[in-house]
């Protein structure tokens, strides 16, 4: 074994964790295409469907996404008209998104997307079920 074995590809966890993300996202672009999203606006939609209206440095921490990221992707979902961006009244440092109507409509037409996108796996549902989970203690576990 030789002491540069350590820093060869095949031996990192964030390889493999980076190409499935991009396998995966590009997975879902004909799903999200008929829909005009991309995946980064999709992920940013499903936590405001949950929320119906969020802070948006809450949205950001739910997505791990920076502000400088998460902006552009806000103002893209806010010109679909498919959300309102707005200060808050009180402190106007404070920025809440809101889900409008034409949100509300899109999120009954997405409904579909993770059952097509769950059948491009193979394997059963459990074992993947089982991964998710895992993935989610091992970002836990990274947080401060």
Known sequence: MSKYDKIKLENQLCFP????????IKLYKPLLDPFNL???QYITMLVIWEEEKINF??????????????TPVIKKLEAMNLIIKYRNKEDDRVVTVELTDKGRELKDKVLEVPDKMLCNFKGDTENLLALKNYLDEMIASLEK
Do not use: I, P, W
């Open 17 to 24: 964790l980076y190409a499935l993300s991009r396998e995966v």
């Open 38 to 40: 991309t995946y980064t």
């Open 57 to 70: 440095k809450e949205l950001a921490k739910r997505l791990y996404l920076d502000s400088g990221t998460l």
